[in-house]
């Protein structure tokens, strides 16, 4: 028995200052947005080199073609309580609507913000429960589509059938799974570059002078802990100006690639 007593006195010790640090954890405020389970979007981007959307036309969209001065903006990672609203504010202040991809355990964080998206016409798409890396078909996918299809669905709402990889990560067996599922792959053909917290006019210029007719430009409404996106919110309202001013028309995912074109044949 006495042979013991060091053992015990050193497993108290560490069950001690495991509940200290535990105790002691920084705590999140509710501000700071829930971490991307893949990481930030920083450390991850990888846009895939194959053409998916010439593999698979009609399930891979990036932008609509044909000559009609139509635009779509598309917001990814909300919602949040910091970003989120301020782009619904300029949005509603300039009567366009979009289309937010959400992430599923976001939109149980901050469901008033995902319910407030829908309430003021903007479009929904499935941006996965845990913003994982998943370029390939993995039992994972199911599991986060259905996980946030669910999660919106408790508030009323629905994703469209619209899927948009993390990171844009995908290969043709991530695809062919998510048509499985009943998705299309919703990728951009403009992309900000917002996630590297750029400036306003940073962001207007990665976006002026590359948008064409049918381009779906891609920013951020909510980003991973410590990103920056406010030279991005403030450059909504720009983007908005200049494409309006070139003619240009602004619509959702959902009126851009209407549901009967899901079954296009390859051209
Ligand atoms: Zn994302």
């Known amino acids: 028995m006495k042979k013991a007593a060091p053992y015990i006195t050193g497993i108290l010790v560490v069950i001690i200052l495991t509940l200290l640090a535990y105790r002691s954890a920084p705590r999140r405020s509710p501000d700071d947005p829930l971490p991307l389970r893949g990481g930030n979007e920083r450390d991850n981007r990888a846009i895939g080199e194959i053409d998916l959307e010439k593999l ?38 300039k009567g366009v609507k ?10 149980e964080e901050d469901p008033e913000i995902a319910k407030r998206i829908a309430d003021e016409g903007h479009a929904i798409g499935n941006h996965t ?3 994982p890396k998943l370029t390939k078909a993995s039992p994972l996918l199911a599991e986060e589509l259905r996980k946030t ?10 994703d469209n059938g619209f899927f948009r990889p993390p990171y844009g990560a995908a290969e043709p067996s991530l695809v ?11 990728m951009w053909s403009v992309d900000s ?25 891609l920013q951020h409404s909510a980003g991973g802990p410590g990103e920056d996106l406010s030279g991005s919110v403030l450059a ?4 908005i100006d200049i494409l309006t001013a070139q003619g240009y028309r602004f619509v959702t995912l959902p009126e851009m690639f209407p549901a009967s074109e899901k079954c296009t044949e390859p051209k």
Do not use: M
Request: net charge neutral.
């Open 56 to 93: 698979y036309p009609g399930l891979v969209l990036r932008s609509a073609k044909g000559p009609e001065k139509i635009v779509a903006l598309t917001f990814d990672d909300g919602p949040d309580r910091v970003y989120t609203p301020k782009v619904l504010d300029i949005l509603k202040e």
């Open 98 to 107: 979009a289309t937010f991809f959400l992430i599923g355990s976001r939109v």
């Open 129 to 131: 429960y845990s913003h």
């Open 149 to 158: 299809r669910e999660a919106l669905e408790k508030l009323g709402l629905g």
């Open 176 to 186: 062919e799974q998510a048509a499985d599922l009943g998705y299309r792959v919703a």
């Open 193 to 217: 570059l917002d996630w590297r917290g750029l400036s306003k006019t940073e962001v207007v210029r990665n976006v002026e002078g590359y948008v064409q007719p049918g381009s779906v430009i």
């Open 236 to 239: 909504v309202a720009e983007i």
